[in-house]
């Protein structure tokens, strides 16, 4: 069995110490760069990996303050941030064109990123992608001011706990392993991503407005789980009607995590996407 060329490293973008790794395989296969959601890592990506380094370079990206990369209260955590540091690190590997992936929270970096720069991602996978959500109540903003305040994060997602999150994002609870609880509780063992979690809500400005996504001209496609209780069916619809060059389609008995509960039809999906014509 071919034996995939794999490394990690780190890389100082926009002042921040930004975690990625690559798969490839082989040099001439298009670029793909895979963008974690909102209190994930690209540890959510490990199921479809495999199944698509053999056609394609991946990039995974761990967005500020999420998996390995530094959780810094310098960083601005918005989204038009998160997508300028996308933008430059993959002009930092010299990648001239490339897919783009973002599941939750990232399909927003990820449109983003191909509005402001569609010479360089010319196809766009949403994967149950955030929409239409406005900037936070200004007395939670105010309240990130407040000394401790992260202390507040802290205790809220203790007590929410790892396995009540997972329950609330998979459809199927026999997929949640330790393993898999392990893996989105790692970057939770570092104290200072809730300092950096009580900037963002600071610098969180809203998802794209429709008239913003309608000037998004690249092929999209949208993959979404019919029983996902985090991003619900209807905002992919609605994302949809508003994406001028857009395909949908929903699983049944799917939940928010669907490269967790569906990484063969996915890849498959992503695959025919990206290859089409």
């Not at 540890?43 to 303050?65: Q, V």
């Not at 970096?109 to 929409?131: N, T, Y």
């Not at 936070?136 to 999150?165: C, D, M, R, T």
């Amino acid at each position: 069995m071919e034996k995939s060329h794999y490394y990690c490293s780190t890389i100082n973008i926009l002042g921040v110490n930004v975690h990625y790794e690559v798969y490839e395989k082989n040099p001439s296969k298009p670029t793909m760069v895979l963008i974690h959601g909102f209190l994930s890592s690209s540890f959510c990506y490990r199921k479809i990996i495999p199944l698509l380094e053999n056609e394609f370079k991946i990039i995974a990206i761990d967005l500020p303050p999420f998996g390995k990369t530094e959780k810094s209260t310098r960083f601005v955590h918005s989204y038009r941030n998160m997508a300028k540091l996308v933008i430059e690190l993959i002009q930092c590997l010299q990648i001239k064109k490339a897919y783009i992936v973002g599941h939750s929270m990232g399909g927003q970096v990820s449109l983003i990123a191909a509005k402001e720069r569609p010479d360089l991602f010319e196809k766009v996978v949403l994967l149950c992608s955030s929409g239409y959500m406005k900037r936070v109540h200004p007395s939670l903003i105010l309240g990130s001011y407040i000394p401790y305040f992260y202390l507040g994060i802290k205790h809220w997602l203790a007590s929410q706990g790892v396995l009540k999150n997972l329950y609330n994002v998979v459809y199927d609870r026999s997929l949640i392993d330790q393993e898999m609880m392990d893996g989105y509780l790692e970057p939770f063992h570092d104290d200072r991503i809730f300092r950096a979690l009580n900037r963002m809500i600071r610098d969180h400005e809203g998802d794209l407005l429709p008239e913003e996504l309608k000037k998004i001209e690249q092929p999209s496609l949208l993959i979404w789980g019919n029983e996902d209780k985090v991003v619900p069916v209807h905002i992919g619809k609605r994302l949809k009607n508003d994406l001028p060059n857009s395909s949908f389609f929903s699983f049944k008995n799917t939940g928010h995590l669907v490269p967790e509960e569906r990484p063969e039809h996915v890849s498959d999906m992503i695959f025919e996407f990206c290859h089409a014509n």
